[in-house]
């Protein structure tokens, strides 16, 4: 699965961006979705997931009421809409996808990674 990613930018605080994850390859309707963000110096860490079905997400708790993932299987396309975007969400951010036979988000082991993209929020 190769996944593209597009949608990062330069905001202020409380604003919103909306990061876009396009797959090719195989079925995408087989592979689960996580996004992931690394700000300089840090390690890389886990913001938001969701199914294969796109019936069940889950969230870090830095990010939760505040971020949404969602997905268009017939797009084979992932989102993750943020809203109140805040100075310590800057990072460059990842989308990753990991086959899966059940329909649970998966926050970890995730075999194929997008190019990342930056997002920064100034205060």
């Known amino acids: 699965v190769e996944l593209v990613q597009s949608g990062g930018g330069l905001v202020q605080a409380g604003d919103s961006l909306k990061l876009t994850c396009t797959a090719s390859?195989?079925?995408?309707?087989?592979?689960?979705v996580g996004w992931f963000r690394q700000a300089p110096g840090q390690k890389r860490e886990f913001v938001a997931a969701i199914s294969v079905s796109g019936g069940n997400t889950s969230y870090a708790e830095s990010t939760k009421g505040r971020f949404t993932t969602t997905r268009d299987n017939t797009k084979k396309t992932a989102y993750l809409q943020m809203n109140s975007l805040k100075p310590e969400d800057t990072a460059v951010y990842y989308c990753?996808?990991?086959?899966?036979?059940?329909?649970?988000?998966?926050?970890?082991?995730?075999?194929?990674w997008g190019q990342g993209t930056q997002v920064t929020v100034s205060s």
């Open positions: 990753a996808a990991q086959f899966a036979v059940i329909d649970v988000p998966l926050s970890m082991r995730y075999e194929y």
């Open positions: 390859g195989r079925p995408f309707t087989n592979y689960a």
